[in-house]
């Protein structure tokens, strides 16, 4: 979707290396949360998978960091990164915001697979987005073999675990998502609206100011002007 959005976004290389490095973190950072999550479970299968899982994030996280180097490297020293449009492009979403303690297996194992699984979208439109770049595409190429078989193993695990009550708790989870994604709109509406009205504050409120300031600089006298006689006391206190 919006191939030619992606293209754009993915065009500039400082931009290119700067979102790699970024979702080397979001990688290395889910890794660190499954290792949480193997640690937490009762369940040994889980255990496994989770530990799996971990090594395959810490992987991602290598091979997009050591890309965004090569990358970073190739750039002469002062090009300057054009912001990265995260929320247009992102990494692998949800993982950065996974609270590992507050979930049963059966709601972890859900708001894994719906995090995968857009995760996987989202890397294949960047594999076609960067035909141009076909070293980057290639490493989205293969993340994205792993993401699809953890967006596989969440699901049939899921199943396995709460066999009657999956549905349910994949749409609890989904509306989670849609929560998040809510807030993430709502909070970037609020930080527009008060870049707009702090500028109009500043256009607006503060020229009076200025005017009323300069009028008052001109009634000032200039130069030294005598001090009169009762306040010129020794000075024993600042007051
Ligand atoms: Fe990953
Ligand atoms: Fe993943």
Redesign the pocket.
């Known amino acids: 979707m919006f191939l030619f959005l992606h293209r754009w976004i993915w065009h500039d290389p400082g931009r290119r290396a700067r979102k790699l490095f970024d979702f080397a973190e979001t990688?290395a950072d889910?890794g660190r949360d499954l290792v949480r999550a193997a640690e937490l479970t009762q369940d040994r299968t889980l255990r496994r998978l989770y530990m799996l899982h971990a090594a395959?994030?810490s992987r991602?996280a290598d091979l997009f960091r050591t890309r965004g180097t090569a990358l970073r490297r190739a750039l002469p020293a002062s090009v300057s990164t054009p912001f990265q449009l995260n929320w247009v492009s992102p990494g692998?979403r949800g993982?950065d915001d996974l609270r590992v303690q507050a979930e049963s297996d059966a709601s972890l194992l859900a708001f894994l697979h719906l995090s995968?699984k857009s995760?996987a979208g989202h890397f294949a439109t960047y594999v076609d987005a960067l035909k141009t770049d076909p070293l980057t595409s290639a490493v989205f190429q293969e993340?994205l073999k792993?993401?699809t078989f953890?967006m596989n193993y969440t699901l049939a695990q899921l199943a396995r675990v709460a066999p009657k009550r999956h549905r349910l708790v994949l749409w609890r989870a989904r509306l989670g998502r849609l929560w998040k994604a809510y807030l993430r709109v709502m909070s970037a509406i609020a930080a527009v609206m008060g870049t707009v009205i702090l500028t109009l504050q500043y256009f607006i409120l503060l020229p009076p100011f200025a005017l009323l300031a300069k009028r008052a600089e001109r009634r000032e006298p200039q130069g030294w002007t005598p001090v009169s006689p009762e306040r010129e006391r020794p000075l024993e206190s600042q007051y």
């Open positions: 990688e889910g395959d994030e991602h692998e993982l995968e995760a993340v792993d993401e953890h």
